[in-house]
């Protein structure tokens, strides 16, 4: 009972870090401060998915699941848990590149607004 609510909770963190990933720069663009946290996560969430890695959560996760007497899973946390949901037939390479080129994309702009608003920003204080 304990492995599988710790496998529950790890699965829990590591799809709140997918989302961080993914929309964090939606939180800079409110607080640019946050771009600390923010940018090594989306890297490394970009990095993972254009490399065919798996994050080292998912078979911690698996060994957690085993460890309870449950049955572990084949390919990584993405694959498994969203992929599943959104594209049945099973994540691609070619999928996977796109998704860490579409992270990449999103936090991209993202970024390019908040540098704009604080050029924006720094003219306007500027003596004229």
């Known amino acids: 009972m304990l492995w599988s609510r710790l496998a529950?909770?790890?699965?829990?963190?590591?799809?709140?870090?997918?989302?961080?990933?993914?929309?964090?720069?939606?939180?800079?663009?409110a607080r640019p401060r946050l771009a600390w946290a923010h940018l090594?996560?989306?890297a490394w969430?970009?990095?993972?998915?254009?490399?065919?890695?798996?994050?080292?959560l998912t078979p911690f996760?698996?060994?957690?699941?085993?460890?309870a007497g449950e049955a572990g899973y084949a390919g990584g946390f993405v694959e498994h848990y969203l992929t599943a949901a959104i594209y049945p037939e099973g994540l691609t390479r070619e999928l996977?590149?796109?998704l860490g080129l579409a992270v990449l994309g999103l936090n991209g702009a993202l970024y390019l607004a908040v540098w704009?608003?604080?050029?924006?920003?720094?003219g306007a204080r500027r003596p004229g």
């Not at 529950?8 to 663009?29: E, K, Q, S, T």
């Not at 704009?116 to 720094?122: D, E, I, M, N, V």
């Open 8 to 29: 529950d909770a790890l699965l829990l963190l590591h799809g709140l870090f997918v989302l961080w990933v993914v929309l964090g720069g939606l939180a800079v663009l």
């Open 40 to 42: 090594p996560c989306a």
């Open 45 to 56: 969430g970009v990095w993972v998915e254009l490399a065919g890695w798996v994050c080292p």
């Open 61 to 67: 996760e698996q060994q957690m699941r085993l460890a």
């Open 96 to 98: 996977q590149i796109v």
């Open 116 to 122: 704009w608003r604080g050029r924006r920003a720094a």
